[in-house]
Structure formats: C-alpha cells, structure tokens
C-alpha cells in the first residue's frame, strides 16, 4: 500500500466506526454488527500490508489525527454497548 491509499483506509474505518456509532445509538444490533465485520477487514487489510511506507510529517499528522477520531468514536461505542 502506498501513502495514500494508507490514508483511504484509514478514512473508510473512521467512516465506518461512525456509522457504528449512529447503529449503537439507534439499538440497531444487526447493524452494528455488520460494521464491526467491515471495519475488522479493513483494519486486517492494513495489517497484512505492514510494513507501512514512511509518512511525510503532513500525512502522519492526518493519520494520527484520523486514528484520534477512530478511537474516540470506539470508546462511544463501547459506553454505549456495556
């Protein structure tokens, strides 16, 4: 994978983890679930393609922020689901 389709991915899991969390608040169970299922691909995809290629400090610093807005939407989501 190359930076920017690093940067894509990571675009589609802060996606998806929205839509999750839209899924969680609506009780919508079977959504959610086939989110999760979608965002574990992506974040595999990302996986089998390590190791990553080094990020100008202007592409990391998106990613770190992207990956902030990940988390903050898992932590959410797991309020909301325990």
Same mark, same amino acid.
């Given at each position: 994978?190359?930076?920017?389709?690093?940067?894509?991915?990571?675009?589609?899991?802060?996606?998806?983890?929205?839509?999750?969390?839209?899924?969680?608040?609506?009780?919508?169970?079977?959504?959610?679930?086939?989110? *999760?299922?979608?965002?574990?691909?992506?974040? *595999?995809?990302?996986?089998?393609?390590?190791? *990553?290629?080094?990020?100008?400090?202007?592409?990391?610093?998106?990613?770190?922020?992207?990956?902030?807005?990940?988390?903050?939407?898992?932590?959410?989501?797991?309020?909301?689901? *325990?």
């Amino acid at each position: 994978m190359n930076s920017s389709q690093i940067l894509m991915t990571y675009n589609a899991i802060l996606t998806i983890t929205g839509k999750m969390l839209i899924a969680a608040q609506n009780s919508e169970w079977d959504q959610l679930a086939k989110l *999760e299922k979608e965002c574990r691909q992506l974040t *595999e995809l990302l996986i089998i393609n390590d190791p *990553e290629p080094i990020l100008d400090e202007q592409l990391l610093q998106k990613k770190v922020k992207i990956i902030h807005q990940i988390l903050a939407d898992d932590a959410q989501n797991k309020a909301i689901t *325990e």
